[in-house]
Structures are given as C-alpha cells and as structure tokens.
C-alpha cells in the first residue's frame, strides 16, 4: 500500500472547505453593510426610550436631531439629556431642515420628522405611527 490520501478523501475535505466559505463570505461581506442597520438600531431604542419615558412619566417627551452635528436632546419637563448620536461614521443623517423633531406625548401619540439614514448608497427611514407613536424603521 502507497502513502498519499485517496480520492474520497481528498473529495472530503474540498467539500468541507466549500461548505465553510459558503458560510463565511457571507457574513464578511455583510459586516461592511452592518454600519448602517447597527445605526438604525441604535437610533429606533433612543427614539423608543423617549416613547417610553413619556408613558412612564405622564409627560411629553421631545425628541430633537441635530444632523450636521450629529447630536441629540431628549426634553420634558422632569428631564433633559443630551449626546452623540450613536450611529457609524459611515452614516449620514438626511435632512432639509437644521434639526428634526419628534414629541411623543403622554397618552402615547406622536408627531414629527421621519429620520433618514444613508451609507454606501442605500437608505433606510425611521417614522413614527402619529396614533400609537410606535417605531417603524424600513
């Protein structure tokens, strides 16, 4: 008997080392799009915590973007915060306006700006249900 590797083995592990890139290059090419679904993510929990604190707190709760700075303030009358918006550097906030405003009021209806987020050519939005202020990214 020769020393070497058969044909099924060598079948074998070309099999298995296909499977394995079958499953890798997938998610390696997708970690360049994550950018821009980790910062509608990251934007949907604020604008749903602000929905929250108003529920909670039986007060409305404003909302406010600011794009070319990249920051944000959550206002009330018992509370006000503000920070950096938690989105990738890739990210763009599109808007006309110098500042976006959404009010989330106590009995859980809401009003204001639809937030639109771009990367490498593509756009997601977040909008706000008027009558359930519910949270919507698409």
Do not use: C
């Not at 298995?16 to 949907?44: E, H, I, K």
């Amino acid at each position: 008997m020769r020393p070497g590797f058969t044909l099924v083995e060598v079948a074998v592990v070309l099999l298995v080392m296909m499977l394995a890139t079958a499953v890798t290059v997938p998610r390696l090419l997708d970690d360049s799009r994550d950018g821009l679904a980790n910062s509608t993510d990251a934007m949907t929990r604020l604008l749903l915590d602000a929905r929250i604190t108003a529920a909670r707190t039986a007060r409305p709760v404003t909302f406010t973007i600011d794009p070319k700075g990249r920051r944000y303030w959550t206002e009330s009358t018992t509370l006000s915060r503000s920070d950096t918006l938690p989105i990738s550097a890739d990210v763009v906030l599109l808007s006309l306006r110098p500042r976006l405003r959404i009010r989330f009021d106590a009995q859980g209806s809401a009003f204001g700006d639809t937030v639109h987020l771009r990367s490498e050519g593509r756009t997601r939005s977040i909008a706000i249900d008027a009558w359930s202020g519910a949270v919507h990214a698409r």
